[in-house]
Each structure stands twice: as structure tokens, then as C-alpha cells.
């Protein structure tokens, strides 16, 4: 650090998903890192596991409103040390072998990635190590092949959640446990609180960023990280080839971090947001622009949730996160064709019912809380070139969007509902989720072979620039409809990236991490 700015060898801008894991990966290089994150470490308070500060007062929040058609939303995004990590459901999933093939959607293709499922297993299974997951394998007959273990055993579901696998067993279908980033058992802090999905853990036994990527890097003497400080523009030199420094904001003041390396990891539409305002006479359209590409083919998964209700049956489960669902997703024949997947969520609070259906009375969101089994389902959504995020005229960030795969997640929640009311649950309630629901937001610089049609090179490296990778959200050419988000593909990403790159000085490969852990 020179004066009031700031230098290193490397910049990684966020801590989430993406960058968390890149510093993770950087931390014994012996070059110097330094992680520039827009919020602060999210403190440990009892309003953590309060529904009514967390659910219903969004607590957590940021008090940032994006734009569409117009309207202001707030989204699902969390600004701290770890990103969204912070708050998720901890569901650390694989993408299955054909999610990286070209796919015909309703509205256009599901694109082929420039890498193959088998180019990204090791990373899949070093990212599992450092991420901590636990699963069980040959439940689910999708699961994709992986040539190591689950490095830890699955979490076992609470009797409500195993009398409706049950159920689903008895109908033919094929239920699985699902894998989870959650510290349990052999010594971890994790108590299976019903306060896990959604919430953050006072406990840090839940497997997020912060705890697992970023904490860790941090104990090298080569990382080191400014919180408080929000990346505004990219700077390059003259050829307009090399980012020299960022623009930061830091505590109210402006300064600038150089460095000779950069890893962009803001989230999908931050990082997108970013490139756009680094305009400059080398780039007019947006920082490596040429494409017209930047912030277009915005995914984020088209969602609902969907309760069974017993009224005879209270649910006093606690942790529910743990059961899953295929049976919809990759079958080529009959009427499920790839509609998507279905996985428990964190129990459903009135808090949930109330904040979305504020018109519900909250004595009749409790009765329908207490005794309902609640999943989330999801579709995969079609990466349009019209589904894009631009600037607003002040600077924020605005989408231009109109939702996809309706048809196929309306045919899976019409199935699903069929199959709870098999399983015994009489009232099924459900609700859809449009583009507030952001958690799983995507693509909007979308890695790929070809200049002309993507942002990013299969090494997550800008087309038009020397010295800088994109390892968040951003470089997803699809997302896929199976089970859990996109944060262990993005973990995976990064390691690759940082073993792979020709800017960052070789790290460790994937089957020494792998050896380490
Ligand atoms: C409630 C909830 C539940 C979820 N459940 C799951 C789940 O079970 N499984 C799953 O796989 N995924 C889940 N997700 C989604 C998952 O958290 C995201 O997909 C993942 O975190 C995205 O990683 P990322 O690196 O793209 O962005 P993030 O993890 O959000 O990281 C972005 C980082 O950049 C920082 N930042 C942003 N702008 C700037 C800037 N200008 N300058 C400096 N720093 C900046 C942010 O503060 C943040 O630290 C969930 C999300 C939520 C909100």
C-alpha cells in the first residue's frame, strides 16, 4: 500500500462464490493478494437467526434497488465478506454431463459450454474438499460420475422428510439426499438449526465462502482484504489491452488499487455492471464490449415453491434441507421432458408466507407454516440476448428482461402438485417467483470459444483483455435445471481458472489441493 492507495500483485474484487475460492486457491502462490469487498464481515448477533429481523425486516439486505420496466426491486443480493454465500442454502450441487450441451429450450437454445462436464470434475471434487460438502451417492439416477467420494457423509433426514421419500419411493420415483455445505457431525459446530436457508450462521458452521475460502486465505501472510470498498471503474493502459487499477470507493473515498493481475468476482450482474461502466475511447461500448455481448443472456432459473399440507400433521422438522428430486429433469421421453428438479427447502416460516402474500392473515400462515413440507422447484430459464443488464441513467444497475420456460416450470409444478397429493398432502399451495428472486443470477458475460458470441474465453479470461479473469456467476453459458444453484460449478471455476492461467503464476493443481485438505 503507497499513501492513501492501494497495490498488490494480485486484485480479486468480491469475496463471494467465485473470488472467495480464488483466494482460497492463491493463498500459498507467495504472491501478494489483495481482496477488495464491497461490504463488511456480516457480524454474529441474534438477530441471525431471528425470522423476524432476517425474513421479515431483510435485515441483511442491502439498502440497493435495481431497475425494471421502470420499477424499483431490492433482489436477493447480500453484500458481505463470502456474497450471497452468506445467507444460501448451502445445497452444493454438481451441473449433470448434458447441462454442458447444447439443449433446445422453448425460446432458443440452452448453449453448449466451450468445456466439457469431464474437463470440470477435478475441480468439482477439489471444490467439494475445500467446501466441505456432504452427499450419498446411488440414490439419484442422474447423478453425474465423479472419480472420488463425497469427502463427508450425507446429513440424514428428520422423520417427516424420510416418510415423504417414502411416499415418493412408493410412486416409483427416486428421491436422494441431497449434498450439503453444513459442518455436522465429526466435531463441526453445525446443531441442524432450522435457521440455516436463507440465514446466516452465528455458529460459522455453515459452508460458505467466508468460513471456508476467504477466513482461510486470509491466515496466509500474502492476503490480505479491504472491506468497505466498492469497485466503480477498470482502468487500462493506453493500448487499452491491461487493466492497470481500479477505481475504488472506499469508506466515502475515492482511491485507486493497482496490481498486475486482476480477478473480477462481484456477482453476475455487479461484475457485468462494472465492465459497462469502465467504458473508455479504447472500449466506448463497455470494458472488452467489441461483442455487444456484455451483461446480455441474463439467466437466473425460473422458480417457485411449492408446500404440501397435512392439516392433521404438524411438521416439527427442523433442518429440511435434505431431500431431493430428478425425476423430471433429463427425461427424454414422455411427458418430463427436462422441466426441472425439486429439492426441500429451509422450513417455511409464517414470516415466508406473510412477506410474499402480505394479504394472508398471520393466524392462517402459521396453521399452514406448522404443518406443511415445503419445496423449492426450479427451471432452467433460456439465456436470451434481449435478457440483459444495462446502466440507468444515474449509474445503477437495470434489467431488461422478459421471462422464459414458462410453459416448463407450469408442467412441473402441475406434476409436482400431483405428486404430493399422492404422497398424502391434500392442500397443495404453491407461488412463482420472477425476477426479484435473484439468488441465482447468471451468464451475463458468458465465457465461450468464440469472440463474436461470448465475453469471456474457456479460461474465464475477456476476449480483449491481457491480465484479467471473471471467476463469479458471470461466465455461465446456462444453468441447467438440476438440483442446487450455481455456487459449486462456480467454486470449480475458479480453481480452474487459477490452475490454468497464463496471468497468475501456476498454483497448485487440483490433486494436490485435493491431497491437502
Ligand atoms: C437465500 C439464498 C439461498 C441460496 N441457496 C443456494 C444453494 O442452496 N445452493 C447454491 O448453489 N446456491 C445458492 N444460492 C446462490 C448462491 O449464493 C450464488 O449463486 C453464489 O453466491 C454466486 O456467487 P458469485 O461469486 O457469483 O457472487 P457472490 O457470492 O454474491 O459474490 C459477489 C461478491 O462481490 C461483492 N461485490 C459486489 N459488487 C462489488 C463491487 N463493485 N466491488 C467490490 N465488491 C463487490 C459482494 O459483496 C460479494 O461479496 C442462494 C442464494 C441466496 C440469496
Not at 410453459?407 to 426479484?436: I, N, Q, S, T
Request: hydrophobic share 35%; proline share 7%.
Amino acid at each position: 500500500m503507497s499513501g492513501q492507495d492501494l497495490s498488490a500483485d494480485v486484485i480479486i474484487i468480491g469475496s463471494g462464490a467465485g473470488a472467495g475460492t480464488m483466494a482460497y486457491a492463491l493463498k500459498d502462490s507467495g504472491l501478494e493478494v489483495l481482496i477488495l469487498e464491497r461490504g463488511d464481515f456480516l457480524p454474529v448477533e441474534a438477530q441471525n437467526w431471528s425470522p423476524e429481523d432476517t425474513v421479515a425486516k431483510s435485515r441483511y439486505k442491502p439498502d440497493e434497488y435495481w431497475e425494471h420496466k421502470g420499477k424499483r426491486y431490492r433482489g436477493s443480493n447480500h453484500y458481505y465478506v463470502g456474497g450471497m454465500t452468506k445467507m444460501f442454502g448451502a445445497c452444493l450441487a454438481r451441473m449433470r454431463p448434458s447441462d454442458f450441451e447444447e439443449y433446445g429450450l422453448d425460446e432458443g437454445p440452452s448453449p453448449a459450454w466451450p468445456i466439457s462436464y469431464e474437463d470440470l470434475e477435478p475441480y468439482y471434487a477439489a471444490a467439494e474438499k475445500i467446501w466441505g460438502v456432504r452427499g450419498k451417492t446411488g440414490e439419484d439416477p442422474m447423478e453425474p460420475p465423479r472419480s472420488t467420494p463425497f469427502p463427508h457423509l450425507a446429513l440424514e433426514h428428520e422423520p417427516e422428510v424420510e416418510r415423504l421419500a417414502a411416499r415418493l419411493r412408493d410412486q416409483g420415483l427416486n428421491p436422494y439426499t441431497l449434498p450439503m455445505g453444513v459442518d455436522y457431525g465429526d466435531g463441526g459446530g453445525c446443531v441442524r438449526s432450522r435457521y440455516c436457508d436463507g440465514f446466516s450462521c452465528p455458529l460459522h458452521a455453515k459452508c460458505d465462502a467466508d468460513v471456508r475460502c476467504v477466513r482461510p486465505a486470509l491466515e496466509s501472510p500474502t492476503v490480505s482484504i479491504v472491506t468497505n470498498c466498492q469497485a466503480e471503474r477498470l482502468l487500462t493502459d493506453r493500448t487499452g489491452k491491461r487493466v492497470v487499477a481500479v477505481e475504488v470507493r472506499h469508506r466515502g473515498e475515492l482511491k485507486k488499487a493497482s496490481a498486475d493481475a486482476f480477478v473480477v468476482g462481484a456477482g453476475a450482474a455487479n461484475s457485468a455492471a462494472l465492465f459497462l461502466r469502465s467504458a473508455s475511447s479504447s472500449h466506448p461500448l463497455g470494458l472488452a464490449n467489441s461483442s455487444d455481448q456484455l451483461g446480455r443472456n441474463y439467466i437466473q432459473h425460473r422458480d417457485s415453491a411449492l408446500s404440501g399440507v397435512d392439516p392433521r400433521r404438524p411438521n416439527e422438522t427442523s433442518f429440511q434441507k435434505t431431500l431431493g428430486l430428478n425425476d423430471f429433469y433429463l427425461s427424454e421421453t414422455g411427458a418430463h421432458r427436462r422441466l426441472g428438479s425439486l429439492q426441500t427447502t429451509g422450513k417455511v416460516l409464517h414470516e415466508h408466507i406473510t412477506g410474499s402474500l402480505p394479504w394472508v392473515p398471520k393466524w392462517f400462515a402459521e396453521r399452514v407454516a406448522s404443518r406443511s413440507i415445503d419445496w423449492w422447484l426450479m427451471t432452467e430459464d433460456c439465456p436470451l440476448e434481449s435478457n440483459r443488464v444495462v446502466l440507468s441513467p444515474g449509474g445503477g444497475i437495470r434489467l431488461e428482461w422478459q421471462p422464459t420456460s414458462i410453459r416448463r416450470h407450469r408442467e412441473l409444478v402441475r406434476e409436482a402438485r400431483k405428486m404430493m397429493r399422492r404422497a398424502g398432502y391434500p392442500l397443495v399451495v404453491w407461488k412463482h417467483f420472477g425476477l426479484e428472486t435473484n439468488a441465482h443470477q447468471s451468464g451475463t458475460m458468458r465465457m465461450g470459444a468464440d469472440p463474436d458470441t461470448s465475453v469471456l474465453d474457456p479460461y474465464c479470461r475477456p476476449h480483449e483483455l491481457e491480465n484479467v479473469h471473471v471467476v463469479d456467476a458471470a461466465f455461465l453459458p446456462s444453468l441447467g435445471g438440476g438440483p442446487g444453484g450455481p455456487t459449486l460449478t462456480i467454486a470449480a471455476m475458479a480453481l480452474r481458472v487459477a490452475e490454468n492461467s497464463e496471468i497468475l503464476p501456476k498454483v497448485r493443481p487440483a490433486d494436490r489441493l485435493l491431497e491437502k485438505e
